[in-house]
């Protein structure tokens, strides 16, 4: 396999990371991960679009224009003769000492990883997932703002603990407030009177391709959008509850905390947006 590293594409076992890289000693970097449906790199645009923003919030200069980003992901993805596949794009503080001070890393380090992707079971979609409330809370936007999709995932995999403890694929994470602010690795929608409701980013969620992509779907339905604060009570007692998410696109979720959601099947604008979703994965992209 072939990985892009700082330029070049070199093989994997060659892809080697300095133990004086920052984004190692401290999660000090940004990263995307984006999907191609056959040959087209869906939403890339907007997933290139997120990361200098996540660089620039971190004030982590990008050595190089989105234009070559995007060619580099083409050129490693050809290399691989990948299609289907899912691409990691990192971009760290880069090599420096072991103080936390960033002006000693002089150069980020780049590099892309394509691979072939990891879903979840058909049966997930058809019959769809149990869920629990994490322990663990999303960060706290004023010390470390969820909208970044930063190397420091720490916060994340704790609440994924959570969820692998309790038998579950994915937890609800709660803003500090006990408002509910998305999954470990998804975006939370909640549908109620034929409403489609998602928590605000700004309380403590990443701004997800997906939750975007579906937010547009309904809204070309013209089914009714809007973003809210939302409780726990308010998911129990939902009619429909979904995530959205790059490798989980759009799933449904039947059972959270053992509390059955809506009739307990996937509801019917969950599935409407599910095959919507994967028409739109058809046509929306880059082509390489
Ligand atoms: N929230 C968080 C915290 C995420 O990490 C999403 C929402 C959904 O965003 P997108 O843009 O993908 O719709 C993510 C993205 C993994 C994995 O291996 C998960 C993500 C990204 C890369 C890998 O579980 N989640």
């Known amino acids: 396999m072939k990985i892009y590293f700082n330029g070049k594409l070199v093989n994997s076992g060659k892809a080697l990371i300095s133990v004086f890289d920052h984004g190692l000693l401290y999660g000090d970097g940004v990263f995307e991960g984006i999907r191609t449906y056959g040959c087209l790199i869906f939403r890339m645009k907007e ?36 299609k289907n596949s899912y691409i990691r794009l990192v971009v760290t ?19 892309i990883i394509t691979d072939t992707i990891k879903l ?33 995932y720490l916060n994340n995999i704790l609440a994924k603990i959570d969820a692998i403890k309790a038998g579950t694929e994915e937890a609800i994470m709660l803003t500090c407030d006990g408002y509910v602010a998305e999954c470990t690795g998804d975006n939370i929608f909640m549908v109620k009177n034929r409403e489609l409701i998602t928590p605000p980013v700004e309380i403590g969620a990443l701004k997800g391709i997906t939750r975007d992509a579906a937010i547009g779907l309904a809204k070309l339905s013209n089914i009714p959008f809007y973003e809210k604060l939302l409780r726990m009570e308010d998911l129990y007692s939902a009619g429909e509850v979904f995530l959205t998410g790059t490798a989980a696109e759009i799933i449904p979720v039947i059972k959270i905390d053992k509390q059955r959601i809506g009739n307990g099947k996937p509801g019917e604008i969950t599935l409407k947006l599910m095959k919507e979703f994967r028409e739109l994965t058809k046509v929306d992209g880059v082509r390489y």
């Open 120 to 152: 979840y079971p058909k049966e997930f979609y058809d019959r769809g997932l149990d869920i629990i409330t994490a322990h663990t809370r999303r960060n706290y936007p004023k010390a470390l703002d969820p909208r970044i999709k930063s190397l420091n």
């Open 47 to 82: 997933h290139i679009d997120r990361l200098y923003k996540s660089a620039d919030a971190i004030e982590l200069k990008i050595p190089i224009t989105k234009t070559k980003m995007i060619e580099a992901v083409v050129k490693t993805l050809k290399a691989n003769s990948l």
């Open 93 to 111: 503080r880069g090599v420096g000492d072991l103080g936390l001070d960033p002006r000693k890393c002089r150069k980020p380090t780049i590099f």
